[in-house]
Nanobody, 125 residues
Framework: VQLQASGGGLVQAGGSLRLSCAASERTFRWRPMGWFRQAPGMEREFVAGINWSGGSTVYADSVKGRFTISRDNAKNTVYLQMNSLKPEDTAVYYC???????????????????WGQGTQVTVSS
């Protein structure tokens, strides 16, 4: 499946952004999805994940209470609403699809087979 991420940009600390990730195939709707981010010189890290139905979500401790992941399977799209942004949230954000159809959410980078191209999020102080 091809994934297209969008919605990144420059925002001041305390502001909000909503990222979107559109998938090219209906098979998307049966797969867990994740958002990851990578800052310069850092490893790619898990941000949030959602199972196929949207009934289960997992968040990194650093974003709990500020970010919300959701999905609209009718539109083959997953979202990441980011509120109360901090300068340390600055990174390239990637969406990814896990190959485990109907599987649980995983925070492990290696569990995800298909990746979007990334969208830059920059938070100024």
């Amino acid at each position: 499946v091809q994934l297209q991420a969008s919605g990144g940009g420059l925002v001041q600390a305390g502001g909000s952004l909503r990222l979107s990730c559109a998938a090219s195939e209906r098979t998307f709707r049966w797969r867990p999805m994740g958002w990851f981010r990578q800052a310069p010189g850092m490893e790619r890290e898990f941000v949030a994940g959602i199972n196929w139905s949207g009934g289960s979500t997992v968040y990194a401790d650093s974003v709990k209470g500020r970010f919300t992941i959701s999905r609209d399977n009718a539109k083959n799209t997953v979202y990441l609403q980011m509120n109360s942004l901090k300068p340390e949230d600055t990174a390239v954000y990637y969406c990814a699809a896990d190959s485990a159809v109907y599987g649980p959410v995983s925070p492990v980078v290696g569990e995800y087979d298909d990746w979007g191209q990334g969208t830059q999020v920059t938070v100024s102080s």
